[in-house]
């Protein structure tokens, strides 16, 4: 049988993964670095952190298969990434499943697409088998994009983005994990079924959430300006703002027929990733 190890075991997608495993029965084990907060699963647990080799190459011994969650935003998660690679050569992981970002490229407008095209380059270089699950922007996340008043604010234009849903990517990877011969060095863009503009997205949750919202289309100065209360570093802003230019620009406009053809299934709707039960 493969023994699976689940990074992020304690974060949205991660979670349903390992939720997902356990339903299966896989011999899976938690990566996490508060043990508190890992899923009650019934999977074994082990603490260690992306940037503590010895830890981490101790709970990576004897593992087929790695589920890789990118690091927390951050100036040095390229780093930590390296340092998750190193160890699974160290320990002999057979396979690692990624969770990078469509269009991840060392010229993606995303900036943190960046660290994602950096992230896929050090698998490739490093000998293991890789996939790579190359998500869009999850469907969940965009009620938080509104402020107190219901606006979402940003320098998107008329861009469309094909949002995908966390449950849809969390299937795919399970499905990744439990039959990783399959999917050997294979690439896979992860979205929802259809490409939303920010205004449409607005109308969504308006109608799922019975509170008007609407969209502003903000200047790049505007964008800056607006987010400048947070006094976050330059990299941190610079990554918000492109979150909106890499939609305005195409970069998330195109709709994959991924989700579908390994699930068997349609890939969720924003409205149906917004009221599905968690």
């Given amino acids: 049988m493969t023994t699976i190890a689940v990074t992020g075991a304690t974060g949205t997608v991660g979670g349903l993964v390992a939720r997902h495993l356990a339903e299966a029965r896989a011999e899976a084990r938690l990566l996490v670095r508060d043990p508190s907060r890992a899923p009650d699963l019934g999977l074994p647990v082990w603490q260690c ?50 969770t990078s970002f469509v269009g991840a490229a060392a010229d993606s ?16 270089d490093s000998g293991l ?23 979402i604010r940003g320098p998107a234009g008329e861009g469309r983005v094909a949002a995908v849903s966390q449950r849809d990517v969390a299937a795919v990877a399970a499905e990744v994990l439990l039959h990783p011969g399959d999917h050997a060095d294979r690439a896979y863009d992860l979205t929802g079924p259809e490409a939303l503009t920010l205004a449409e997205i607005a ?33 941190q802003v610079d990554a918000w703002v492109s979150t909106y230019t890499a939609i305005r620009d195409g970069e998330l406009a195109d709709v994959s027929d991924d989700v579908p053809r390994l699930l068997g299934r349609p890939a969720l709707s924003l409205a149906e990733a917004l009221t599905a039960p968690r």
């Fill in 49 to 98: 952190a992306y940037d503590e080799g010895p830890a981490l190459g101790e709970a990576l011994a004897g593992v087929d298969a790695l589920f890789f969650v990118s690091g927390h935003e951050s100036a040095d998660r390229l780093a930590d990434h390296r340092s998750v690679v190193e160890a699974a050569v160290e320990a002999g992981v057979g396979h690692v499943v990624y």
């Fill in 203 to 235: 109308t969504v949750l308006t109608e799922v959430t019975g509170r008007p919202h609407r969209f502003h289309d903000e200047t790049l100065e505007e964008a800056r300006a607006s987010r400048a209360h947070y006094g976050a570093p330059d990299w």
């Fill in 109 to 124: 407008t995303f900036t943190l697409g960046r660290d994602h095209g950096a992230t896929e380059d050090l698998l490739r």
């Fill in 129 to 151: 088998a890789w996939t790579f699950l190359r998500d869009s922007f999850y469907a969940e996340v965009f009620p938080h994009f509104a402020d107190e008043e219901g606006v």
